[in-house]
């Protein structure tokens, strides 16, 4: 059997064609796999710019003339320091948020040798 040239042209022709199309394919589904990569990467980074450390930046000011300042030594704790520098008739729990306020502490947690600043 003699095959006619013309059609081993389109054949070809239509295999090629399916090839382009399936590359096209191909390539469009990694395009979109960087891009979802990327806007993960993005979110991800910018997430962890604006996330806040304990530790804060501004200074504390210094102990004013009606303040007391204060060494944590092992063992203390803000609701016992709290307890010796309060008047009697004050609520603790409002007197620890003044502490730790002027502190700027984020947590009740004291670390030996910390200074602290009581206000009165």
Known sequence: ??????????????????????????????????????????????????????????????AAANEQTVIVTTGDTLWGIADRFSEGSKDIRQYIYKIKERNQLSSVELRPGQVLIIPQ
Not at 31 to 46: P, Q, R, S
């Open 1 to 62: 059997m003699i095959m006619n040239p013309s059609f081993y042209k389109s054949i070809h022709k239509e295999k090629t064609a399916k090839s382009f199309k399936s590359r096209g394919h191909h390539v469009q589904r990694h395009a979109f796999k960087l891009i979802v990569c990327a806007a993960v990467f993005v979110l991800l980074f910018t997430s962890f710019l604006m996330m806040r450390t304990n530790a804060s930046s501004d200074h504390i000011q210094e």
